[in-house]
């Protein structure tokens, strides 16, 4: 549960946080587990702790005229006639205005090939929506040797993707690709608008590394369907464009259903109110389904991602896979014990209630991870723990390694810090990257153990 500065809290208060939550990264609130007294997430080899099923609520040229040269004799009505030259003379004016006509053919044959030039070369090398030219060959980069490959998955959102301002550059997907694909063979996404999805999958296309994608649509509930249209069609020109062969899935909808229940006064997801947003959910899910189907790609698999205690039962029915968001800092969670709280949290709450419906949707953590750093001191804490890189380093020691031996699939929060999300929130919003704003690994060190090898994408 969101703790102001001076340690009280109350629902005003709750309320006033999710009023300030970046809508494309929704952190959801939690409840206060910090006093149990709970272990390191297990691994293969060792006992799963079996805790009371929690279910208290927790928580994106013109043209150019050329002159008219008609009939010379009487061209002017007022010219006296005047007698035509020699037949030498109107041969050599005749070779002159060919020789003109082929130049200016030829001229135009030149701009349009110039032209279908730039607009391959554009398409192949750059979905920006700014002038971003890519240089060089992006396949061959340097690796840097403090990067592992240990990661099941990362949470990842472009830089200058936020609609309406958008921005975003080929080469910074490029080079964010490039660093990805050191760190994990997954990727998840949160959205499509601002050209999103077609910069990622040119990205991964020039790179050629090994890396899949779940992209996104980030719809809301009360535009009729304007931001859920406008992302479907950017979707479907990326794949047009791109193919598919880099998707792992496209999932439909943040946290819909928590945001849902916080505009309506709610919070039981399976309520009549949660219900009424699930409608609406599976509404946009459904049309997915379709669009996928006419690209020829039913086989693709839809599914839905929430807060880890916020999922519809009737929206997790109709999808292929669910993804929850399960933060040990918003459950106030010291960092002692939030590898295992996350483990724990997870399998009680989310693979649990898979297990109960008809259609087992595949369950994987959405976002976990520690934040670094607060813009302000009242902030700077949980309760038990503080933001630090130390800190952060403790749940990497921790959780990675351990979540890859027991199987867990997740989608480690984030790749980098979010300068837009500090500017706006502060508090510990914009803070939660493995390396800084401009690039630069943190002071950490990334575990050294597989990502790869539990249940495939």
């Known amino acids: 549960m969101y703790s102001h500065p001076n340690g009280t809290t109350n629902s005003t208060d709750l309320q006033d946080y999710y009023d300030h939550i970046p809508p494309a990264h929704r952190l959801s609130h939690y409840s206060s587990l910090s006093g149990q007294n709970i272990p390191l997430a297990p691994t293969a080899s060792s006992s799963v702790v079996n805790l009371a099923q929690d279910t208290t609520p927790y928580s994106d040229i013109p043209a ?22 020699s037949p030498s003379s109107r041969n050599r004016k005749r070779w002159v205005m060919i020789g003109l006509a082929l130049v200016i053919v030829a001229a135009i044959v030149a701009i349009v090939v110039g032209v279908v030039l730039s607009q391959e070369k554009k398409s192949s090398s750059s979905s920006s929506s700014d002038d971003d030219s890519v240089s060089g060959d992006p396949s061959q980069f340097s690796k840097d040797s403090r990067l592992k490959q240990s990661f099941w998955g990362i949470a990842y959102t472009p830089e200058g993707t936020l609609y309406p301002d958008c921005g975003a550059k080929q080469s910074d997907v490029i080079t964010d690709i490039q660093l990805l694909s050191q760190l994990t063979t997954r990727i998840r996404l949160y959205g499509a608008d601002c050209n999103t999805t077609a910069l990622v999958l040119n990205a991964i296309n020039l790179t050629k590394v090994n890396l899949t994608v779940y992209i996104a649509n980030y719809p809301q509930s009360d535009d009729n369907g304007e931001a859920y249209n406008r992302q479907k069609d950017a979707i479907k020109s990326a794949i047009q464009t791109y193919g598919s ?68 039962n009737l929206v997790l029915e109709e999808v292929g896979y669910g993804m929850a968001n399960v933060h040990p800092w918003f459950a ?103 390396f800084n704003g401009n690039r630069t690994l943190k002071n950490i060190e990334i575990p050294d153990c597989s990502g790869s090898s539990s249940s495939s994408s």
Request: net charge negative; aromatic share 12%; glycine share 10%.
């Open 64 to 85: 150019r005229t050329r002159p008219h040269y008609g009939d010379r004799r009487g061209e002017f009505a007022n010219t006296p006639f005047v007698e035509e030259k």
């Open 245 to 312: 062969d880099h998707i792992a899935g496209v999932t439909v909808g943040n946290e819909f259903i928590l945001n849902y229940l916080n505009a309506n006064g709610a919070t039981d997801p399976n309520s009549a109110t949660g219900n009424a947003g699930g409608k609406i959910l599976i509404q946009y899910i459904d049309d997915t389904k379709s669009m996928l189907q006419d690209l020829s790609l039913s086989s693709m698999k839809v599914g839905n991602a929430d807060a880890g205690s916020y999922f519809n």
């Open 332 to 434: 106030n969670v010291s960092i002692d014990q939030a590898a295992g709280w996350t483990y724990d949290f997870f399998q009680n709450n989310d693979v649990a209630l898979s297990k109960e419906l008809s259609n087992t949707p595949e369950m994987s953590i959405a976002e976990t991870g520690w934040p670094t750093k607060s813009s302000d001191a009242g902030n700077e804490s949980n309760g038990p723990s503080t933001a630090s890189e130390e800190n952060l380093q403790k749940f990497l020691n921790t959780f990675v390694c351990q979540a890859n031996a027991n199987g867990t699939e997740y989608f480690f929060f984030e790749l980098f810090d979010e300068k837009w999300k500090d500017e706006k929130y502060g508090g510990v919003e914009g803070w939660w990257g493995l």
